[in-house]
């Protein structure tokens, strides 16, 4: 399963845009780069994805470096319920589908 | 839309006694539904894949005969921890693909069980 790497922590205030890194450099051609996060004590829940191109929702926005090896998740105001522990996760696009979550970045946000 | 439920959210139970905690999907079909396990402060660790209909596959450290997995239904999958011991103990998360739906990329988590062994 290819890895990610992301910060342990990163504090934001009330309001203020949060950009939240991801490294994968060991990305394949056909991996989508997913982002969960999980709020305490409850499960995980989706909050975006995409493949090559930058993606937008109504939760937030994902950045795709050019070369793959590199995704940002921006939340373009924090809120107090956006503190969670936020999970960026390389889907094969074949198989079962299986999601393999590395360590996260827990987002503390301040009011 | 997309709900998993959990059953029960949390239970305490005696060591060597058996466990069983459902996952259910309650809007949508799922043949495919997952099985997670988290420790405090740590991160969720996947521990097998449930099949609807088939035996599930398990991920590797995983101990099959003490983790039962009986996915009987498109809509319910259930772990059973048999002869459960205080390092059992933990916090399970299922979740589950809608095969069908539009949004058939993303995956639906349960609310977790958190287990503890006395």
């Known amino acids: 399963d290819a890895k990610t790497t992301q910060p342990n922590s990163m504090e934001s205030n009330e309001e203020e845009p949060v950009h939240l890194p991801c490294n994968h450099s060991t990305i394949s051609g056909t991996d989508y780069i997913h982002w969960y996060r999980q709020l305490p004590s409850q499960g995980p829940e989706y909050v975006i994805h995409?493949?090559?191109s930058n993606v937008n929702n109504r939760m937030a926005s994902l950045a795709i470096a050019e070369d793959r090896k590199s995704s940002t998740l921006i939340l373009h105001r924090a809120t107090l319920r956006d503190a969670a522990v936020y999970y960026c996760?390389?889907?094969?696009?074949?198989?079962?589908?299986?999601?393999?979550f590395g360590t996260g970045t827990r987002l503390l946000v301040s009011p | 839309g997309a709900v998993v439920s959990q059953h029960p959210s949390w239970v305490i139970c005696k060591s060597g006694t058996s466990v069983k905690i459902e996952c259910r999907s309650l809007d949508f079909q799922a043949t495919t539904m997952f099985w997670y396990r988290q420790f405090p402060k740590q991160s969720l660790m996947l521990m097998a894949t449930s099949n609807e209909g088939s035996k599930a596959t398990y991920e590797q450290g995983v101990e099959k005969d003490k983790f039962l997995i009986n996915h009987a239904s498109l809509t319910l999958s259930t772990l059973t921890v048999t002869s459960a011991h205080p390092e059992d103990s933990s916090f399970y998360i299922c979740?589950?693909?809608?095969?069908?739906?539009?949004?058939?990329?993303?995956?639906?988590f349960g609310p977790g069980t958190r287990l503890t062994v006395t």
């Open positions: 995409g493949l090559t």
């Open positions: 979740s589950a693909r809608d095969d069908r739906g539009r949004r058939s990329y993303e995956q639906y």
């Open positions: 996760i390389l889907r094969p696009n074949t198989g079962f589908q299986k999601l393999v």
